[in-house]
């Protein structure tokens, strides 16, 4: 079946502008997490959504980065006035709960602030 | 400190030898370890979850100590597709999964 999916796969953008992020998760996957990969780094916690419960937004590292879930399917991560520290790739993963030890991670989405 | 420390290594070695990494983390309270594999510029996969009396996946034997808060990775008989980075991953005991990755251990099997 189809896996988690990302789009746009690559993103350029101008240092000061705002960029949108989506990710489609598995099908039935009611929990959904956000997670960025600097270069050389590990990949970085920032945003969790389980169901119709409140998101745990405590990785997300400053107020101009924002996400959303529509119900139990697509998500959407704001960053804006962007900096060329954001760079980075942000991973997207679902799971078929909060408590499955397995996520299924989309093929990121590469972001370059110039 | 960082949260989980790996050698980034490269670990090169020619096929069939066996390689082991082995990394720490510093949360006692963790409660699940898994070792996810990512081929270069691909989504990290899990490749084996990590208990403690250990367990073994056909060429992978992974092993966990609690007492002094390490995991290991046993490949054996390496193969020109296990080159990869191996991320070391950890839980906390928190209410969902919420995964700490290290930063990975490079490996690169050569002919």
């Known amino acids: 079946g189809a896996g988690v999916s990302q789009s746009p796969s690559n993103k350029v953008t101008e240092k000061g502008k705002d960029v949108e992020l989506r990710c489609d998760p598995i099908?039935?996957?009611?929990?959904l997490y956000w997670y960025r990969q600097r270069l050389g780094q590990g990949l970085e916690f920032l945003i969790y959504f389980q169901g119709n419960s409140a998101p745990d937004k405590s990785g997300l590292p400053s107020d101009r980065f924002s996400a959303e879930r529509t119900g139990e399917s697509v998500s959407t991560l704001t960053i804006q006035r962007t900096q060329q520290e954001d760079s980075a790739v942000y991973l997207c993963?679902?799971?078929?709960?909060?408590?499955?030890?397995?996520?299924?991670f989309g093929p990121g989405t590469r972001l370059t602030v110039t | 400190r960082k949260e989980v420390e790996q050698d980034p290594g490269p670990f090169n070695v020619p096929e069939g030898a066996t390689v082991a990494f082995n990394c720490t983390y510093s949360?006692?309270?963790?409660?699940?370890f898994f070792w996810y594999r990512q081929d270069c510029r691909k989504e990290p996969k899990l490749l084996m979850s990590v208990y403690s009396s250990g367990n073994e996946d056909g060429r992978f034997t992974a092993q966990l100590n609690r007492a002094s808060q390490y995991i290991s990775l046993l490949i054996r008989d390496s193969k020109l597709s296990d080159s990869a980075t191996y991320l070391c991953?950890?839980?906390?005991?928190?209410?969902?999964?919420?995964?700490?990755f290290g930063t990975g251990t490079r490996l690169l099997v050569s002919p």
């Open positions: 949360n006692s309270a963790s409660q699940s």
């Open positions: 099908s039935g996957h009611t929990a």
């Open positions: 993963a679902s799971s078929l709960d909060g408590l499955s030890y397995e996520q299924y």
């Open positions: 991953v950890v839980s906390p005991n928190t209410g969902f999964q919420k995964l700490v």
